[in-house]
């Protein structure tokens, strides 16, 4: 913001009837990162608590399209929520916020009223809350290393976490994790180095007690006293015994010279912040009873060490409830395990997709192997197509390319994989499907689709069983849900036989009896045209389905469609169905009308 602009915005001011502002004194900039980058200043008068006070404001280059900040370069407000260590006054966030460009002073007006409000009530006192809120910001700017957690802090009990350290660059990379999970592939994925090129140390979680307040360290690190007194005064006297009997069933391999803590603060929306701490010394060793010639190193917060060093410690976590969260996840769908019949184009987008939502374990079925020329409609990319090991150059089931790649993504999903026919599967018995919350069928083969959806109707528990499919040339796609609270409407339904005409998937856009596949080099290449758009909008309308079935949201068993352009499927000649004249809100409240009240699957069959 150039001086002229500012003494435009000065006579703007001049002219608006306001009395918040009494008096806005340009002054000259010694220093912009004093200021965070600004390079226009000035100082305001405003009246705080009925005295008139000066607070520093400053202009980025592109105000108004960017808010004013504020300072309290000299300290008139004392120690205050929100108030950072260079005097800045964090009074909004603006990410949300749509500014009027137009009207450069009244923007500047608002901006003042909220921080004539922050200072205010911290003075008052009425938004101590917030430091307990904001701990977390607070205390990573006090941080000298960083541990990464992967922590519930839904478990509200004293305990040891795993931890292990590995040097890079002379730098340590922490990583505590819960001791009941196995996070071997997953450290490895998100990390980079296996366990067992680590050093372990012994690492214990302190959740305090609801309810808990005290401020963070602003500008000034604790002394061991403090930190002693903010833990051990603030956890429920069964986790002090927990803490005891941790401190005597500790292995000796993680006893050293360097004590870990992870330290959980509730805060009042329900949440916990997390910080934590590194403490170093030679502590006293004890023996460890009367008879026992077991010898304990005495943890420091028991006794404290000669020449003890802490050192705070961020943390930052990879808790998969946390993720979730903060993604915008699926919790609820942490127990979930989800079958997926045929990992193709559709396949294949869907287990990602399910994976993605954070489904707890996913099973593949499907015995063909990714090729070259099907990788730009497919999930797996070509580094997914061969793997070259000793025995030489080795073609990769899909199910082990979307494992790999789930793996590595989204390390807390379990894959199963079966790289073999539905068939075998279902008649070796390798899946209890009593133990599946969801199954989905995406192979695309009408015949192959009809035998499952018998064999699931003769079972007499069952999942919810989705089906899923594209039509050629981008006119559309869908999903039909079945064995969801009832068993009427079924896969077979769609297949309504007729006198003197063959049978037809009644659902198609497509008019049946045209011939859509295609080959580039003779039979052995065959394929249906659709892209990988189609294949995606597709999974995303059958993921969407399957969770809002595993979550009960969904009732009945509706056919669901998309439809797509059909200017390419027209230029070529082809027809489409009636079906495919009907819009969006005809296609959706006739979802229910495909049923077959003679079906020889479904109709016969009491509901569940």
């Known amino acids: 913001m150039m001086a002229y602009k500012l003494n435009q915005l000065l006579e703007e001011l001049e002219q608006i009837d306001q009395t918040l502002i009494q008096d806005i004194v340009p002054i000259a900039v010694q220093n912009p990162e004093a200021y965070r980058g600004c390079t226009t200043l000035a100082k305001i008068t405003i009246e705080v608590n009925g005295e008139p006070t000066v607070v520093t404001v400053g202009f980025p280059d592109s105000y108004p399209n960017k808010l004013p900040k504020f300072f309290d370069k000299d300290d008139e407000f004392g120690v205050i929520p929100h108030k950072e260590l260079d005097g800045f006054l964090c009074f909004t966030r603006s990410e949300s916020l749509v500014i009027d460009e137009r009207f450069p002073a009244s923007v500047l007006l608002n901006c003042v009223e909220k921080v004539l409000m922050l200072i205010e009530q911290g003075i008052r006192g009425e938004n101590d809350d917030d430091y307990i809120v904001?701990?977390?910001?607070?205390?990573?700017?006090?941080?000298?290393?960083?541990?990464?957690?992967?922590?519930?802090?839904?478990?509200?009990?004293?305990?040891?976490?795993?931890?292990?350290?590995?040097?890079?660059?002379?730098?340590p990379i922490l990583v505590a994790a819960e001791s009941d999970l196995n996070l071997e592939q997953a450290i490895y994925s998100i990390f980079g180095f296996n366990l067992d090129e680590a050093k372990k140390y012994r690492c214990i979680y302190f959740p305090l007690k609801p309810g808990t307040f005290f401020?963070?360290?602003?500008?000034?690190?604790?002394?061991?006293?403090t930190v002693k007194e903010n833990i051990i005064t603030n956890l429920t006297p069964s986790n002090k015994s927990r803490f005891q009997r941790i401190l005597k069933q500790t292995p000796n391999n993680v006893l050293t010279n360097i004590e870990i803590i992870v330290v959980g603060l509730p805060l009042p929306n329900g949440n916990v912040a997390l910080f934590g701490y590194i403490m170093s010394g030679n502590a006293p060793i004890r023996n460890n009873g009367k008879k026992a010639k077991v010898m304990r190193r005495i943890h420091p917060l028991v006794q404290r060490p000669k020449e003890l060093g802490l050192l705070e410690t961020?943390?930052?976590?990879?808790?998969?409830?946390?993720?979730?969260?903060?993604?915008?996840?699926?919790?609820?769908?942490?127990?979930?395990?989800?079958?997926?019949?045929?990992?193709?184009?559709?396949?294949?987008?869907?287990?990602?997709?399910?994976?993605?939502?954070?489904?707890?374990?996913?099973?593949?079925?499907?015995?063909?192997?990714?090729?070259?020329?099907?990788?730009?409609?497919?999930?797996?990319?070509?580094?997914?197509?061969?793997?070259?090991?000793?025995?030489?150059?080795?073609?990769?089931?899909?199910?082990?390319?979307?494992?790999?790649?789930?793996?590595?993504?989204?390390?807390?999903?379990?894959?199963?994989?079966?790289?073999?026919?539905?068939?075998?599967?279902?008649?070796?018995?390798?899946?209890?499907?009593?133990?599946?919350?969801?199954?989905?069928?995406?192979?695309?083969?009408?015949?192959q689709e009809m035998l499952i959806?018998?064999?699931?109707?003769?079972?007499?528990?069952?999942?919810?069983?989705?089906?899923?499919?594209?039509?050629?040339?981008?006119?559309?796609?869908?999903?039909?849900?079945?064995?969801?609270?009832?068993?009427?409407?079924?896969?077979?339904?769609?297949?309504?036989?007729?006198?003197?005409?063959?049978?037809?998937?009644?659902?198609?856009?497509?008019?049946?009896?045209?011939?859509?596949?295609?080959?580039?080099?003779?039979?052995?290449?065959?394929?249906?045209?659709?892209?990988?758009?189609?294949?995606?909008?597709?999974?995303?309308?059958?993921?969407?389905?399957?969770?809002?079935?595993?979550?009960?949201?969904?009732?009945?068993?509706?056919?669901?469609?998309?439809?797509?352009?059909?200017?390419?499927?027209?230029?070529?000649?082809?027809k489409t169905t009636r079906r495919y004249s009907f819009s969006e809100k005809k296609l959706f409240e006739s979802r229910l009308l495909y049923k077959d009240p003679e079906c020889p699957i479904c109709s016969k069959k009491e509901e569940k």
């Not at 401020?215 to 006293?225: A, I, M, V």
């Open 453 to 574: 959806n018998k064999g699931f109707h003769q079972l007499d528990k069952t999942p919810p069983v989705l089906y899923t499919w594209v039509e050629p040339l981008g006119i559309g796609g869908h999903t039909l849900v079945t064995l969801n609270e009832e068993y009427q409407g079924c896969y077979q339904c769609l297949f309504k036989s007729e006198e003197d005409i063959p049978i037809f998937n009644r659902s198609a856009f497509a008019k049946p009896f045209q011939e859509f596949s295609k080959s580039i080099t003779g039979c052995a290449s065959i394929f249906t045209p659709y892209n990988f758009l189609d294949s995606e909008r597709t999974a995303i309308l059958t993921v969407d389905t399957g969770i809002k079935a595993l979550m009960g949201q969904l009732h009945g068993n509706p056919l669901l469609s998309w439809k797509g352009d059909n200017h390419l499927f027209a230029s070529m000649g082809y």
């Open 134 to 171: 904001e701990f977390e910001d607070y205390w990573r700017r006090e941080s000298k290393c960083k541990l990464y957690g992967c922590i519930d802090t839904d478990n509200h009990t004293v305990r040891m976490l795993n931890l292990w350290s590995k040097s890079s660059n002379d730098d």
């Open 314 to 447: 961020e943390v930052k976590r990879w808790h998969p409830k946390h993720l979730l969260n903060r993604t915008g996840g699926n919790t609820g769908l942490s127990d979930k395990h989800v079958a997926i019949v045929g990992v193709g184009s559709i396949g294949s987008e869907v287990a990602m997709k399910f994976a993605k939502a954070g489904v707890n374990k996913i099973s593949l079925i499907d015995p063909d192997f990714l090729e070259l020329d099907n990788v730009h409609r497919h999930t797996l990319g070509s580094n997914k197509v061969y793997a070259l090991l000793d025995s030489g150059l080795v073609h990769i089931p899909k199910v082990w390319g979307i494992k790999q790649e789930v793996n590595q993504k989204y390390p807390f999903t379990k894959i199963e994989d079966f790289p073999d026919y539905f068939s075998v599967v279902w008649k070796e018995k390798k899946i209890n499907w009593t133990n599946v919350d969801l199954v989905v069928i995406a192979i695309g083969e009408p015949n």
């Open 215 to 225: 401020k963070p360290p602003l500008g000034e690190t604790w002394d061991f006293s």
